[in-house]
């Protein structure tokens, strides 16, 4: 039997100088399920290199992540 699940689905990308540093994925549950958040540091060096700035778009991503989900508490 088919069982179907609503989810939206945020992604992001930040990268310095034309090089993705940071991939970000989000998802949230639309019907209950689990809501989760991940991030993959892809390039080490220039993650140690840029940290401030990363972390603020890392924390940028992450509000619009609770944004997502403070929509679906209230519909």
Known sequence: MLETKKSTTL?????????????LNA??????????????IQDKELYAANKAEVRKDIAA???EFYALQDAEVTE
């Open 27 to 40: 998802s949230v549950s639309s019907d209950g399920g689990s809501d989760n958040i991940n991030q993959t």
């Open 61 to 63: 991503f992450t509000n």
């Open 11 to 23: 992604t992001g990308n930040i990268a310095i100088d034309g090089k993705q540093v940071v991939y």
